[in-house]
């Protein structure tokens, strides 16, 4: 080095200095997305599917649009480890720990749209069991009753009623909404009126209403829906006058095979109504034999 020139020094020595500020420039980065890369996939535990594409098309030699895509997604996972808004989803009071090894925490709202009948919900929620972070959608809305209506050996029926989720009329037992702050026993009385014209008046004394759920009521769909169900069953005294405007033209005789058949091969296909007539009819809380 020493019997070269000075000016064959000089430029040696801004080679080798581009030479190594160059490798340090590539290096460090590539050493650092690979950590990040890392990092990201032991944190959530897989690689999505367009990293993965990313990754096979050359992961590490695109590395400004990885960074940003590593960045994105560490950001997620940092806003995801904050302290969560769980509203009462993770309280003990409420839940039986003994269903689940752990519960799901609401991290917090992303839509919301009510309306007189439902509320829709977007909420993002961390499965603490598989460490997973989603998007999920939910439903709430106002809990139902579904009444049998006997007179005699008879069960009787509201006429045929429009559908919009099925765009068809159906056959359905009387039943509604239960309000807020109402006992479902409570609203059998109203819907009864409204659907079939009879007061509780025209109940029979002995019978009355009979509940056939318990106070807890059955989920109708616990995978997206808030709703429960309550099923009762009310007699109605044999001289009772039923509003004939507002009951079905048929009558399913109880004791009728043929009635019976027809009623659960063709007529009745809402499945809420069968759950109820199937509880009331073989269930383990029946009261068919009192009727």
């Given amino acids: 080095f020493k019997t070269m020139s000075s000016s064959i020094q000089y430029y040696t020595i801004i080679i080798l200095f581009f030479s190594i500020y160059s490798s340090t420039c590539f290096l460090l980065p590539y050493h650092g997305i690979k950590r990040c890369y890392r990092n990201f996939k032991k944190n959530l ?11 096979q098309d050359g992961f590490f030699e695109k590395t400004t649009r990885t ?12 806003e995801s480890d904050s302290p969560p808004n769980n509203d009462g989803i993770n309280d003990p009071s409420t839940q039986d720990s003994k269903l689940a090894p752990s519960e799901w925490i609401k991290m917090g709202e992303i839509a919301r749209i009510d309306s007189p009948w439902i509320t829709i919900i977007a909420e993002r929620l961390k499965d603490c069991d598989k460490d997973n972070i989603m998007d999920y959608w939910r439903i709430e809305r106002a809990d139902s009753a579904i009444i049998i209506v006997l007179q005699g050996n008879r069960l009787i029926f509201p006429k045929y009623q429009y559908r919009p989720g099925v765009k068809r009329l159906t ?7 239960i309000g807020k702050d109402q006992r479902p026993i409570d609203a059998v009385t109203g819907i009864l009126e409204k659907e079939l014209g009879v007061t509780q008046d025209d109940f029979d004394e002995k019978n009355g209403i009979v509940a056939l759920t318990d106070e807890i009521g059955w989920f ?29 033209n048929r009558v399913y005789i109880l004791d009728d095979t043929n009635d019976m058949d027809q009623l659960l091969k063709k007529d009745l296909q809402c499945l809420q109504c069968r759950s109820i007539l199937m509880e009331w009819m073989f269930g383990p809380s029946s009261k068919k034999q009192e009727h």
């Fill in 45 to 55: 535990g897989s690689i999505p599917p367009f990293i993965m594409k990313e990754q």
């Fill in 171 to 177: 056959l359905d037992f009387p039943g509604g909404r």
């Fill in 220 to 248: 109708v769909d616990s995978s997206v829906s808030s709703q429960k169900l309550y099923g009762f069953v009310v007699s109605l005294k044999v001289d009772a006058k039923v509003n004939q405007d507002k009951i079905h």
């Fill in 67 to 78: 960074l940003v895509l590593l960045q994105s997604h560490q950001h997620q996972q940092y």
